[in-house]
């Protein structure tokens, strides 16, 4: 069966910048271990695969893979996902409901204007685990290569999900963020600590005033040694700004922009709005531009003679 394969850089509308993604349309028959070996193949940090709704609640079912792991969602991926699926079948601005691995259903909105496609995407209602304590804060800023002096004040390092928690930390400067030289090693050990497979470090000393942030991202434990620009890492970031008064949020809603990815040569941009609910909980949608590096068709199974199929590891 030949599948259709894409590379869309998503975040941008500049190929070969932004966040890269793979996408297999019609991936129905494909195994764990198949979907695991093309994006091993491909390396880029999530591959999704589109699949066939398998319930009445949902329109289209997705499965997000690193090279090492399947992981419960992403961002960048779902932008990616649903871009390619506009344009290779021409879909018109619409309201759909993704599933994800997890069965998790989240909203996805495609925007057409013209040529001009842009994907947003409704996370989860954001939740917020555990501040870190001191000791372990240390530790975390040796790991990235910064110093206490540079972690910015009244803005605890906490952990952030809306739907695929990270570790949000806030430098005081542009310059620090863009030298951190982390320690794959010693992140990947405070992985199983926190419960957190991601750091996602920031600062709003932006020196451009479109811009509300300037970030990177780390996940060495599901084998992402930094991402490009990571929408599952925006979305927690604007809860985060709300819920601990960081940014005002006139009338219960935040918008803006965060620039990712420019110490890696890939800037990408991600438009993020935060709502706040009447119960108080946190509703995070993001939005994002994206443009196709290239089209291929996935001929054949992704196996090799002779060597087994990688093991998947499941889902926790």
């Known amino acids: 069966m030949k599948r259709v394969l894409y590379q869309v850089d998503a975040f941008t509308r500049t190929p070969f910048t932004g966040n890269p993604a793979g996408v297999v349309l019609g991936a129905e028959g494909m195994t764990d271990a198949e979907m695991l070996a093309v994006a091993r193949e491909l390396n880029n940090s999530e591959t999704a695969f589109v699949l066939p709704p398998d319930a009445a609640d949902h329109d289209v079912r997705v499965r997000f893979f690193t090279p090492t792991t399947e992981v419960p969602t992403c961002g960048h991926a779902t932008v990616g996902a649903h871009f390619a699926r506009a344009v290779e079948y021409g879909l018109p601005s619409r309201s759909l409901r993704q599933k994800t691995g997890t069965g998790l259903i989240q909203r996805v909105e495609i925007h057409r204007d013209g040529e001009r496609v842009r ?10 685990g555990p501040e870190l304590d001191g000791g372990r804060v240390d530790r975390l800023l040796r790991a990235l290569g910064a110093g206490t002096a540079d972690l910015a ?8 999900s809306t739907g695929h928690s990270k570790v949000l930390v806030e430098l005081r400067d542009r310059a620090v963020v863009d030298a951190l030289r982390p320690d794959p090693s010693a992140l990947t050990a405070l992985s199983r600590e926190v419960g957190s497979n991601g750091f996602f470090v920031f600062t ?8 509300l942030t300037w970030s990177r991202m780390f996940a060495p434990a599901i084998g992402i040694a930094e991402d490009p620009v990571t929408g599952n890492g925006h ?10 008064g960081i940014v005002p949020a006139p009338e219960g809603r935040l918008d803006f922009t965060g620039r990712q990815g420019v110490a890696m040569g890939r800037p990408g941009e991600v438009r993020v709005r935060v709502e706040v609910r009447p119960d108080g909980g946190l509703e995070v949608a993001i939005t994002g531009d994206a443009v196709t590096a290239f089209r ?9 003679p002779g060597r087994p199929l990688p093991e998947v590891r499941r889902l926790e």
């Open 119 to 128: 994907i947003g995407m409704h996370q989860g209602r954001a939740e917020f």
């Open 153 to 160: 004040e009244n803005a605890p390092v906490q952990t952030v």
């Open 204 to 211: 709003r000393a932006t020196s451009d005033a479109r811009l």
């Open 235 to 244: 979305g927690p970031l604007g809860a985060y700004l709300v819920r601990h």
């Open 296 to 304: 291929a068709e996935l001929a054949s199974t992704p196996a090799h």
